[in-house]
């Protein structure tokens, strides 16, 4: 039992989970105690593991969004051109784009796969002129391209740097609100997208590791 337990496990440090190693211990350690059914331990464990390895790239609406997180140009281009795909008259769809984002990134310190699903909900994926649908009474640009730029330093001046560091208490705390206080949906749609794009990016990155 332990010896397929340490299988298991060997086989999920393969695909990067090796954190793994002590849940599946701990799961067959416990069956074989209380006489627990094997064939109902495996799956209990392979449940376990989906869900955890679900929320590693899972972003709530309380995450500070100034991660850290840095992507190269290859790496944005590939979000970038999912939603091209879906939308080819969008703004988003011409070759400076990545470039734009990860400096929108650098000067706002903002994670830039957060700015680029703020611009996703807020503009339709680049449908419309104002990126971030920013009601300033002016635009922040002469193009698309430094409006997502300006913008990206405009919410850190006028949210983050005001003590609003993630999407729910931009919404919800503060002296302003991004969009409509009243409901929850903004910050959970973004979040959500965030999400998908980290989902996106991890198996990119997996995908390049192995051709290395």
């Not at 988003?92 to 903002?110: D, G, T, Y």
């Not at 997502?148 to 919800?172: C, P, R």
Request: with cysteine; glycine share 6%; charged share 15%.
């Amino acid at each position: 039992m332990f010896l397929l337990s340490m299988i298991l496990t060997f086989t999920l440090i393969g695909a990067g989970i090796g954190a793994m190693f002590f849940l599946f211990v701990v799961i067959f350690k416990f069956a074989f105690v209380t006489g627990l059914k094997l064939f109902l331990a495996i799956p209990t464990a392979i449940v376990i593991a989906l869900l955890i390895v679900a929320s590693c790239h899972a972003h709530s609406v309380t995450d500070d969004i100034c991660t850290g997180e840095q992507l190269t140009e290859e790496e944005m281009q590939y979000l970038i051109d999912y939603y091209t795909a879906i939308h080819p008259d969008s703004a988003l769809n011409h070759s400076e784009m990545a470039k734009v984002f990860i400096k929108a990134s650098v000067e706002s310190q903002i994670d830039p796969i957060v700015l680029f699903c703020i611009q996703g909900i807020e503009c339709g994926w680049g449908s419309q002129r104002n990126p971030y649908s920013i009601m300033t009474g002016y635009y922040l640009g002469d193009d698309f391209n430094e409006e997502i730029i300006n913008g990206a330093v405009w919410i850190k001046e006028n949210f983050y740097d005001a003590g609003q560091t993630s999407l729910y208490s931009m919404n919800h705390g503060g002296n302003h609100s991004y969009a409509d206080p009243s409901s929850t949906s903004w910050e959970k749609m973004i979040a959500s997208e965030i999400s998908f794009n980290r989902k996106r990016l991890a198996r990119y990155r997996d995908e390049k590791a192995s051709d290395i």
